[in-house]
């Protein structure tokens, strides 16, 4: 199993970027997906998340952080899972995964032991 992430790069604050990661491997249309950040020289952080629920409704977590300003998508018709972050800030700089669960969750999944695979991240840069 494999997620690529990609979408990263350098932007002002106030701009927009939309991150990708791709699954290969299997499939994680009703596992959890998430996103995590790590800024330098502190501990890796949780994001977003999106988890499967009956009747094929996805419900969507944020770290309050972001709330109002990231929103985490899924199509699982490409196995992906995008992060599309507005009105970004100087304190988003960081480098950012996405997670994949081998297993569903029944809850949100935030913490970093609820997730089994990991992208090789993608970095984010906001100038001020």
């Known amino acids: 199993v494999q997620l690529q992430a990609s979408g990263g790069g350098l932007v002002q604050a106030g701009g927009s970027l939309r991150l990708s990661c791709a699954a290969s491997?299997?499939?994680?249309?009703?596992?959890?997906m998430g996103w995590f950040r790590q800024a330098p020289g502190k501990e890796r952080e949780f994001v977003a998340a999106?988890?499967?629920?009956?009747?094929?409704?996805?419900?969507?977590y944020y770290a309050d952080s972001v709330k109002g300003r990231f929103v985490i998508s899924r199509d699982d018709a490409k196995n992906t899972v995008y992060l599309q972050m507005n009105s970004l800030k100087f304190d988003d700089t960081a480098v950012y995964y996405c997670?994949?669960?081998?297993?569903?969750?029944?809850?949100?999944?935030?913490?970093?032991?609820?997730?089994?695979?990991w992208g090789q991240g993608t970095q984010v840069t906001v100038s001020s």
């Open positions: 999106v988890r499967w629920s009956a009747g094929s409704v996805y419900y969507t």
């Open positions: 491997g299997r499939t994680f249309s009703r596992d959890n």
């Open positions: 997670a994949a669960r081998q297993t569903y969750l029944a809850r949100p999944g935030s913490l970093i032991s609820d997730y089994d695979y």
